[in-house]
C-alpha cells in the first residue's frame, strides 16, 4: 500500500496527458498506473498532475539601486509553491573581490533555513580574474554546473569585456561549466545613457532608446562566436526580442552550443505600458518590447528558447518611485515566480504552444539544461515526488491581492488566466492547496547536487 494516491487527474506522462493513478511513497514518485491502493487517496478530478515546475532565474533578496528586491528566500519560495513551483535557482552575486566558493557559501547559508522549496545557485560574478578560473574546477564539487557573467552594467562594474569573456569561455570550456550571458551591448547602452544624461532625457521611454533592439541582437551574435570558437555551452538569461532568439537559431545551426531562456515578461507585456503614468513599474533590463516583437518571440519558445524563467526580481511601489524621474536611479526587475506556471500554461490554453512545450519548458528542459534530471522536473517512478496539480478550467483575473509574492502590485494585473494551480507536493507533502492555502515549511527546502547538462538543447538536432 503506497503513502498517497493521486487519483482521476490526467497526469504527464511522455510528452501528454494520460488519464491514470499516480502513487507517492518515502518522497519518490512510486508507481503510475490503474487501481493503485494507497493510505491516503487524493481525488483530483478535472485536473492536470504535471511535475513540479522550476524557476531557473530569480534574485531573491537582491541589492540593486539603493533598494533591495522585495522577496527573500522564504517569502519568494513560499510564493513560487503557491503557483507550482518546487525548485528554483537563484546567483551568488560576488562581492567586490569575494572568491567564488565564498560568495556561493555566503548565499546558501542565507537560503538554508528560509528556503520552502528546493534550491541551486548559479555562481556569478563580477570581472575574469586568475583567482576566478582558480577556483572554477571547484563548483561541480558543489553540485553547481553554471557560471552566470554580464555583458553589460558598465556602472557597476559587472560588465566583461571581450577579452574577459573569450577568457571565461576559454575556461568553463575546460570545466564543463554552462555560461550564462545577461547579452546587452553595455558599450553602446552607457554611449546611449550618457547622450541621453547630457540632453536631460531621463525619462521611462528612455528605457528602451537607451536599451534599443540591437544592442541585445549584437551581443548574442558576438557572443555565439564565441561559443562555436571555444566549444563552450552558452545560456543567454532574459532574451527579449524575436531578434535576439533569431541569433541564437542561426548560431546554434551553425555548430555554436548557445541556448537560452525568455521571461514571461516578454511574451505578455510591451512597451506601450512604459508609456503610462506609471511605467516606471514595468521597468527590467533589456526592457519590455514592441507588441509585434512580443507576438513572434512566442515561436521561438520550447526549440529555440528552451527554457522560461522568470528573473524573478520585484520591487515594491516605493521603492521603484524613487527613481524621481530618471531611469539612471530606478531599481530594476519584475516580480514573476508565482505567475510562472500559470502563464506559460495560458499561452498553451491561448492556442500559442503546445502542451508539452508549455509543460517542457518549466519542468525537464530547465532540469536537463542544469544537471538536474530525471531528480527533478519529471514525473518517472524513482524521482522526486514534486507535483503541480494544475485545474485547467480555473480562470483566473490576475491581482497582486491575491498573490503571495512580497510585492504591492503586479505587472499582469487584471489579465485572465485559463487555469491554475491547486495543490503543489515537495517531495510527496503537500506543501500548499488552494483549499487549506500554506502548508510547508520555512526552510523545509534542500540544496540540488546538479551534475553534467544534458548536450541536446545546445545542439541544432533539437532545433527541427
Ligand atoms: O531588470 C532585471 N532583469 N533585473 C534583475 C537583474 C538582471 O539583469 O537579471
Ligand atoms: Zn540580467
Ligand atoms: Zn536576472
Given at each position: ?64 539601486a539603493q533598494s533591495i528586491s522585495a522577496d527573500d528566500f522564504f517569502s519568494g519560495s513560499l510564493a513560487g509553491a503557491a503557483g507550482g513551483v518546487t525548485s528554483f535557482i537563484d546567483f551568488t552575486a560576488q562581492q567586490g573581490n569575494e572568491g567564488v566558493i565564498d560568495s556561493l557559501e555566503r548565499r546558501i547559508n542565507q537560503a538554508k533555513d528560509l528556503a520552502a522549496i528546493d534550491y541551486s545557485f548559479h555562481a556569478c560574478i563580477g570581472k575574469y580574474s586568475e583567482a576566478v578560473a582558480e577556483q572554477l574546477p571547484q563548483l561541480y564539487e558543489h553540485g553547481i554546473n553554471s557560471l552566470k557573467i554580464f555583458m553589460a552594467y558598465g556602472k557597476t562594474g559587472l560588465m566583461q569585456d571581450d577579452a574577459g569573456l573569450l577568457k571565461i569561455l576559454t575556461a568553463c570550456q575546460k570545466h564543463k561549466i554552462t555560461v550564462l550571458v545577461h547579452a546587452e551591448n553595455g558599450v553602446i547602452i552607457d554611449d546611449l545613457s550618457a547622450e541621453a ?268
Amino acid at each position: 500500500m503506497y503513502e498517497k494516491v493521486l487519483k482521476n487527474a490526467a497526469v504527464y506522462v511522455d510528452g501528454q496527458l494520460v488519464s491514470t493513478e499516480l502513487a507517492i511513497d518515502s518522497q519518490k514518485i512510486a508507481a503510475i498506473g490503474n487501481n493503485l491502493a494507497g493510505k491516503e487517496s487524493i481525488d483530483l478530478k478535472g485536473c492536470w498532475v504535471l511535475p513540479g515546475a522550476i524557476d531557473a532565474h530569480t534574485h531573491f533578496s537582491l541589492p540593486f539601486a539603493q533598494s533591495i528586491s522585495a522577496d527573500d528566500f522564504f517569502s519568494g519560495s513560499l510564493a513560487g509553491a503557491a503557483g507550482g513551483v518546487t525548485s528554483f535557482i537563484d546567483f551568488t552575486a560576488q562581492q567586490g573581490n569575494e572568491g567564488v566558493i565564498d560568495s556561493l557559501e555566503r548565499r546558501i547559508n542565507q537560503a538554508k533555513d528560509l528556503a520552502a522549496i528546493d534550491y541551486s545557485f548559479h555562481a556569478c560574478i563580477g570581472k575574469y580574474s586568475e583567482a576566478v578560473a582558480e577556483q572554477l574546477p571547484q563548483l561541480y564539487e558543489h553540485g553547481i554546473n553554471s557560471l552566470k557573467i554580464f555583458m553589460a552594467y558598465g556602472k557597476t562594474g559587472l560588465m566583461q569585456d571581450d577579452a574577459g569573456l573569450l577568457k571565461i569561455l576559454t575556461a568553463c570550456q575546460k570545466h564543463k561549466i554552462t555560461v550564462l550571458v545577461h547579452a546587452e551591448n553595455g558599450v553602446i547602452i552607457d554611449d546611449l545613457s550618457a547622450e541621453a544624461i547630457k540632453n536631460g532625457q531621463t525619462g521611462i521611454e528612455q528605457l528602451s532608446v537607451t536599451r534599443p533592439v540591437h544592442t541585445e541582437v549584437e551581443a548574442i551574435r558576438r557572443l555565439a562566436y564565441f561559443s562555436r570558437l571555444t566549444g563552450c555551452n552558452v545560456y543567454v538569461v532574459h532574451v527579449s526580442s524575436s531578434e535576439g532568439a533569431l541569433e541564437i537559431a542561426k548560431a546554434r545551426v551553425e555548430g555554436a552550443p548557445i541556448t537560452g531562456e525568455t521571461c514571461p515578461q516578454y511574451l505578455y507585456l510591451d512597451s506601450n505600458l512604459l508609456n503610462g503614468p506609471k511605467g516606471h513599474y514595468y521597468s527590467c533590463c533589456p526592457p519590455i518590447r514592441c507588441a509585434a516583437s512580443k507576438e513572434r518571440l512566442w515561436s521561438h519558445v520550447s526549440k529555440v528558447l528552451p527554457v522560461i524563467a522568470t528573473d524573478h526580481c520585484p520591487f515594491i511601489k516605493k521603492d521603484k518611485d524613487t527613481w524621481n524621474g530618471s531611469i539612471f536611479n530606478l531599481p530594476m526587475g519584475l516580480p514573476g515566480i508565482e505567475t510562472l506556471p500559470s502563464l506559460v500554461l495560458n499561452g498553451h490554453l491561448q492556442g500559442k504552444i503546445s502542451l508539452k512545450a508549455a509543460v517542457d519548458v518549466i519542468t525537464c528542459n530547465p532540469a536537463k539544461i542544469y544537471g538536474m534530471y530525471p531528480q527533478k522536473g519529471t514525473l518517472l517512478p524513482g524521482t522526486d515526488a514534486d507535483i503541480m496539480v494544475f485545474d485547467p478550467e480555473k480562470e483566473t483575473i490576475i491581482s497582486s491581492d491575491m498573490l503571495n509574492m512580497a510585492v504591492d502590485y503586479s505587472p499582469y494585473e487584471g489579465l485572465n488566466c485559463k487555469g491554475w494551480n491547486i495543490m503543489t507536493f515537495l517531495r510527496g507533502e503537500i506543501i500548499y492547496s488552494a483549499k487549506s492555502g500554506w502548508k510547508g515549511k520555512k526552510g523545509g527546502g534542500v540544496m540540488i547536487k546538479r551534475t553534467a547538462p544534458y548536450q541536446g538543447l545546445f545542439s541544432s538536432s533539437d532545433l527541427s
